[in-house]
Structure formats: structure tokens, C-alpha cells
Nanobody, 127 residues
Framework: QVQLVESGGGLVQAGGSLRLSCAASGRPFSSYAMGWFRQAPGKEREFVAAISRSGSSTYYRDSVKGRFTISRDNAKNTVYLQMNSLKPEDTAVYYC????????????????????WGQGTQVTVSS
């Protein structure tokens, strides 16, 4: 069992920045690839970014490339999402998720491939 707790959400003006954190507990954090997803009102939850067990590989949805950065600190059992140049369309509840994976597993973008989820943190970007 893995417990995930997100933090760092809030209200920010367009063009601003936020850093989300996701603290993990339970099984060894370094055994899990991590992902961030988001769900805007009235829309389905969508993939945002993923990072490998070691942090050496990352992957982003096209609309956030160059603006968002996913990173992790395995010593602190925490994954981060640095969000810069925020836009109103980034408004959503952001969730982190973990996926038990081997060292050579490719990064995944589908929700069903992730095993554990946090409760989410609200990000609101005003225009």
C-alpha cells in the first residue's frame, strides 16, 4: 500500500507559478514511477507528466511542455510539479499517482496503469 498526499495548490494569476508536492509513504518510493494528472470541471481526468523511478526520464503532455517540470527526491519520498507561465486552462484538481515499475519500464500516460492516487489539490489560474 502507498499513501500519497498532494500539497501546494492555490489561486494564482495567469503567468504566475506554483510548485506542487506529493509526499509518499508506505512501500519504497524508489520502486515507483510517478505521474501527475489533472481534472478540470466537467472534463475527464488527463495525463500531465510522468517521471521514472530514478528521475532520469520524464514525459509531458504537449500543452505543458516547456512550462511544467516534474522532478523527484527519492530521499524525501516526494515528487514535484513545478508549473510556470500558468494559463487559465491549467485550472484543475491535480492528482499524483504511483505505478510500481521495473527499471526499464517505459513511462505510462494511462490512468488505469497507475496503482495508487492522492486526494488531489486544487489549482486555479485567474485571467
Amino acid at each position: 500500500q502507498v499513501q500519497l498526499v498532494e500539497s501546494g495548490g492555490g489561486l494564482v494569476q495567469a503567468g504566475g507559478s506554483l510548485r506542487l508536492s506529493c509526499a509518499a509513504s508506505g512501500r519504497p518510493f524508489s520502486s515507483y514511477a510517478m505521474g501527475w494528472f489533472r481534472q478540470a470541471p466537467g472534463k475527464e481526468r488527463e495525463f500531465v507528466a510522468a517521471i521514472s523511478r530514478s528521475g532520469s526520464s520524464t514525459y509531458y503532455r504537449d500543452s505543458v511542455k516547456g512550462r511544467f517540470t516534474i522532478s523527484r527526491d527519492n530521499a524525501k519520498n516526494t515528487v514535484y510539479l513545478q508549473m510556470n507561465s500558468l494559463k487559465p486552462e491549467d485550472t484543475a484538481v491535480y492528482y499524483c499517482a504511483s505505478r510500481y515499475s521495473s527499471l526499464t519500464s517505459p513511462l505510462r500516460t494511462a490512468q488505469y496503469e497507475y496503482d495508487y492516487w492522492g486526494q488531489g489539490t486544487q489549482v486555479t489560474v485567474s485571467s
